[in-house]
């Protein structure tokens, strides 16, 4: 038999996403409405209604292809984040930047360094260019960021760290990362992808901007799909230096932002209520959902984005029966067996009505 393509790549184990609504519908034949989707750390409040009408207003133009520069979104995102264009990278989805930063910067053989537990993407991105990862063993579910500089070889060329990170939402405070940054040699590029950001308190806010000022090694990675409420449309976004900007958009795909997703960005960058609200409702949901794992026993890993860990169980089976047992009643959650944390679930943290549904249904199963 033929054997098609490069080890690298066919020992690339597929990304395991939630469990769309509809697939557990037809397995357990529960009726859609019922099904309650906390699964995929999507924005329980839906899609912003300025996102609805500026998509409605582009319609028309679909016969077209969408601006590939993207010169309106980058005007809006110039205002709101006080950079120049020439520093803006846009992605369908952060997940785009993310790798493009890896084919843009990694040759095969190359190394690049992530920590344990932390977003799968990096070690698909890692992979899927034939470069060695360096997974840094992680501490308390977080990013050892001391043993990531250490582990820093001669042939690294790309670090990526996420802050919160995904799926453990644990947070490195900014003064770790500005240390940590002044300890990554200037020839290695750094991804600090901030999916989760707007979710942060303001005192743990910290000026990640001026690092991209400061640093022409760094890369900041943002998204729609979380806070803006645009998961389905794959709109993210990176921000760095010209040079490093330049080479991310030479690798592009040309028409990789969708005119109704561009469209729609502009419109929520400028919907501060619509932001305003996806933290509180975060706020609220994650107090509800932690409270009760206190209440009862629960152990979870403190969070800082809109889901959290939880240990459904103390043996290596309890991740993949709880969640199995949670399907049969129409809650959908997040297994994290692949990443080796097979005790564990993650559960997104939804609307008020959707986390009492999940408590309910975990109390349940657990009984
Ligand atoms: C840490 C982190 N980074 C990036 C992404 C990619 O998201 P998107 O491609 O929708 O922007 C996710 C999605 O879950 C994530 O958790």
Known sequence: M????????????????????????????????????????????????????????????????????GFDLKAALTQKFDVQADWITLGNGSNDILELAARALVQPGESVVYSQYSF??????????????????????????????????????????????????????????????????????????EAYTEYLQPAQRYDALGWARQYPNLIISRTFSKAYGLAGLRVGFGIAQPALTDLLNRIRQPFNVNSLAQAAAIAVLHDEDYLHKSA???????????????????EFVPSCGNFVLFRAGADDGAGARVNLALLKKGIIVRPVGNYNLPQWLRVSIGLPEENAAFLDALKAVLA
């Open 280 to 298: 509180q409702v975060n706020t609220d949901g994650y107090q509800q959902i932690t409270e009760a794992f206190t209440q009862r026993g629960i």
């Open 120 to 193: 799968a993407v990096y070690s698909l991105a890692t992979q899927a260019v034939g470069a060695r990862a360096i997974v840094v063993p992680a501490k308390d579910f977080g990013h050892d960021l001391d043993a990531m500089a250490a582990a820093i070889a001669p042939d690294t060329k790309l670090v990526f760290i996420a802050n919160p990170n995904n799926p453990t939402g644990t947070f490195i405070d900014g003064d770790r990362i500005a240390a940590f940054l002044k300890q990554v040699p200037s020839r290695v590029v750094v991804v600090l992808d």
């Open 2 to 69: 033929t054997i098609f393509g490069p080890d690298y790549v066919r020992a690339i184990a597929p990304y395991q996403g939630g469990k769309p609504i509809a697939e557990v519908a037809r397995e357990f034949g529960l009726d859609e409405a019922a099904i309650v989707k906390l699964a995929s750390n999507e924005n329980p409040l839906g899609m912003p209604a300025s996102a609805r009408r500026a998509m409605q207003q582009a319609i028309d133009e679909l016969a077209r292809y969408p601006d590939s520069n």
